[in-house]
């Protein structure tokens, strides 16, 4: 009698891939190596994704995990000024001001495993498994509950490359990128089996490699092509094994994603902002030998964080700003007009500036920064205060894109998808089911 068949429990599983551009994802899967993605590109939607801004993990992944942007959550960057001060600290996972998607489908008696999840570090209460990415540090401190530390290292885990050692060499780079992913099959193999309605794995080696190697993706004769392409494969064998193992278990492929929190491209040029800030006039230090922020003029207008997060000197938000709130606007259109004509050998340098009046929104809104500038391709910001010339290279090759990360799925959610948008995608199965 098919009225006594219990309906199958929904669950959801997302994968994500760090810093993927979804044109790499359609090359590389037409090329034939990328059989797995190619398979899901015939048996689903992909669709382009755009990034937070600025278009860096630690504001993408937060807007990821709380459907939220930076006005909300608090993370702006990497790096964020002290209130009512020029010191830095870096914000982790305890200074998120609102709850996670994990947390409401724990409120909602759901139980979820998150493995190698960017921005959560230290680790926090959740309502199962955590495993925090980067800018994960000991690993004592990157798990929650602290039961699973002697699991993990058993399979001898690793948080992530030695992006530092990695820089210099190539090829414990690529030993490196091997061994993590490897740590990241086997945590997948040990906490699949654990009971669960949401499962995340995040794979980060695919952003290290592009930073350092773009260049081998994008030239056939370079000698590190092929090491590039097989990387790739393995990232796909990987997938596809998880693929199989979600359909074998749920029938279909409906609550299967897959997506990356930004893309990627080739780097022609750094772009120094706060030199050119000073060439332009509107940035002055006390003591021009010594440039840190602490050091800042009062006459000074505005400045830049990393990557490309602008500031103006305000009077009450900065120790010695002198700028006034009814000057704002007038000051942010000079700034916006005067990016917009800079140039590098007759190329175009900036794509846009927004204002962050327009693109985030909530209580906290304010104490971030008041433009952020969106460079053309390859024109790769920067907020260094060390730099003398506006433009420069460094042995970095890969940089950040803001509007080609991508988002798989079964079903079309439509265009202009935000990486905030996904939460309540990839969450309405679960929370919709009783």
Not at 87 to 111: I, V
Not at 121 to 143: C, D, H, M, Q, T
Request: aromatic residues 12%; proline residues 5%; contains cysteine.
């Amino acid at each position: 009698m098919m009225w006594f068949l219990k309906k199958r429990k929904p669950r959801v599983c997302v994968i994500g891939l760090d810093g993927v551009p979804i044109s790499l994802v359609q090359d590389l899967a037409i090329k034939g190596y990328l059989p797995n993605f190619a398979s899901l590109l015939e048996q689903g939607h992909l669709h382009p994704l755009k990034a937070s801004l600025p278009e860096i993990s630690s504001v993408s992944w937060s807007d990821f995990m709380t459907g939220t942007n930076s006005g909300h959550h608090g993370i702006f960057g990497f790096t964020d000024f002290k209130p009512g001060s020029y010191e830095l600290r870096f914000p982790n996972f305890h200074n998120l001001a609102t709850s996670t998607f994990w947390d409401h489908l724990g409120q909602a008696k759901k139980k979820v495993v998150v493995l190698n999840q960017p921005s959560t570090y230290p680790a926090r209460r959740i309502p199962g498994f955590l495993i925090s990415g980067f800018v994960a540090i000991e690993l004592e401190k990157a798990v929650f509950p602290a039961g699973i530390l002697p699991k993990l290292k058993k399979i001898n885990y690793q948080i992530d490359i030695d992006t530092f050692a990695c820089r210099q060499d190539h090829s414990l780079l690529w030993s490196q990128l091997v061994s993590t992913l490897e740590a990241r099959a086997k945590a997948w193999e040990l906490f699949w089996p654990e009971e669960w309605d949401y499962f995340e794995l995040v794979i980060t080696g695919t952003d290290r490699l592009h930073h350092f190697l773009w260049s081998a993706y994008e030239d056939e004769a370079h000698p590190d092509h092929q090491s590039f392409l097989n990387y790739y494969h393995q990232v796909d064998k990987l997938i596809g094994k998880i693929v199989t193992r979600f359909r074998k278990e749920n029938e279909e492929l409906t609550g299967l994603f897959l997506l990356s929190d930004h893309g990627f491209t080739g780097i022609k040029q750094e772009v120094y902002l706060n030199a050119w800030l000073e060439k332009e006039g509107l940035l002055r230090f006390k003591d021009s030998s010594e440039k840190n922020l602490t050091n800042i003029h009062p006459d000074s207008l505005v400045f830049a964080l990393d990557p490309n997060r602008l500031y103006l000197h305000l009077e009450g938000k900065f120790p010695s700003g002198q700028v006034k709130a009814k000057d704002k606007d007038t000051l942010k259109k000079t700034i916006r007009e005067k990016l917009l004509n800079l140039n590098f050998e007759g190329q175009r340098v900036i794509r846009e500036v927004f204002d962050t009046q327009d693109i985030y929104s909530g209580p906290l809104v304010e104490q971030g920064p008041d433009l952020i500038a969106l460079g053309e391709r390859g024109f790769d910001l920067k907020g260094s205060l060390k730099k003398h010339m506006i433009f420069g290279r460094t042995d970095l090759v890969g940089m950040h894109t803001w509007d080609d990360a991508f988002f798989w799925a079964a079903s079309d959610w439509g265009a202009e998808l935000k990486i905030s948008d996904l939460a309540s995608i990839i969450t309405k199965p679960l929370l919709n089911h009783k």
